[in-house]
């Protein structure tokens, strides 16, 4: 890995897939959040095995619009609203408590060098900062471009200055200049803190991929928890994971890639067996299916990485494992509820 990053760094490759197109969805601002409207690859939940008031209750709204972020949207006996924004970015609202991860909001994603690697996303190609909710938290798992988007970061520290950070402390000389209020974890360290509504929230950093020589600190993991009555949340962008530090450990949700992604010789992305071997040790009740490779991208790199596995078999995988794990497949822009009962039959 290190003959990887230090060629390249601070280029890191960790979404490519080769040059696809899809027809945009521009999602227009109403009221301070975003509304996308339904495309043709629907929130896709296996439901086998689910006690039949959990089957009304998981998913995506059955209405016409979706509401990328608002109150108006939650499901009474949903706690626990996950949107996916593409890439490694999401929209987590925990018992009302709001979280962005990793966001990209501002432009492509290119490293700083578009002609060696530009991607854009897919379907959410309008969605910009200004259609984000208020926010409770900025959460930030690794220190590349990939999950600390500086040209995302920058304005959005501009608008929200004293918003609660937590961070891996590899991301400190990017995040320390623009934010007031950061907390950076390193594996096994805790940090608590109080949204907008009281609720108390507790981040638990876990140990990620080391992006770089062997000795450098890992990348940060998390696991989110909030009562006993929301779900708890477990999500690392890579599905690289310390064994050992997580066999105490355990989350309702696991949100995961399940494809691999591989340069020769080389993966960058695991997923697959590695995947179903983290839902174990957790003992998750849902995986939530991460396509964070499957962005529009060109330049060099971009025909390099391959994709290993695919969903349907890391679902063969699992049903033999973990037959009473549930499967949930998001649609970006569209929120996963998750209700507050997870008990699964």
Avoid at 106 to 133: C, E, H, M, T
Wanted: glycine share 6%; with cysteine.
């Amino acid at each position: 890995m290190a003959g990887v990053f230090s060629a390249i760094r601070p280029f890191h490759p960790s979404l490519l897939r080769n040059e696809q197109r899809a027809t945009a969805i521009s999602p227009p601002s109403i009221s301070g959040f975003g509304v996308v409207p339904r495309h043709p690859n629907p929130s896709r939940v296996r439901h086998a095995r689910l006690p039949r008031h959990l089957r009304a209750s998981i998913g995506s709204s059955d209405s016409s619009v979706a509401v990328v972020a608002g109150d108006s949207a939650r499901p009474p006996d949903s706690l626990l609203r996950l949107t996916y924004l593409e890439g490694n970015s999401w929209l987590w609202d925990v018992g009302g408590v709001r979280v962005l991860v990793d966001p990209i909001l501002v432009g492509n994603l290119d490293f700083g060098i578009p002609w060696l690697y530009d991607a854009a996303k897919r379907f959410l190609k309008k969605f910009q900062l200004k259609d984000l909710p208020e926010l409770d938290c900025l959460l930030i798992t690794q220190s590349l471009d990939d999950h600390c988007h500086i040209k995302t970061l920058k304005p959005l520290s501009e608008q929200r200055p004293d918003i609660c950070v937590v961070a891996t402390p590899n991301a400190e000389s990017i995040l320390s200049p623009l934010f007031k209020n950061i907390t950076y974890l390193e594996p096994g360290q805790k940090h608590e803190f109080i949204g907008r509504n009281g609720l108390k929230v507790s981040i638990e950093a876990t140990s990620g991929p080391i992006l770089g020589p062997p000795w450098q600190r890992p990348e940060n993991g998390y696991i989110v928890r909030s009562g006993e009555s929301v779900p708890s949340v477990y999500y690392e962008p890579h599905c690289v994971y310390d064994s050992p530090a997580l066999q105490k450990g355990q989350a309702d949700v696991v949100i995961t890639p399940v494809v691999k992604q591989m340069l020769p010789s080389f993966t960058l992305v695991s997923g697959q067996e590695d995947a179903v071997r983290l839902a174990k040790l957790l003992k998750a009740k849902f995986v939530v299916v991460m396509n964070n490779g499957d962005l529009d991208s060109k330049g060099i790199l971009s025909a390099l990485v391959k994709p290993e596995g695919t969903v349907q078999s890391f679902k063969d995988l699992i049903s033999r494992e973990m037959p009473d794990a549930c499967v949930l497949e998001p649609t970006p822009g569209v929120a996963l509820n998750i209700p507050a009962t997870l008990s699964v039959s």
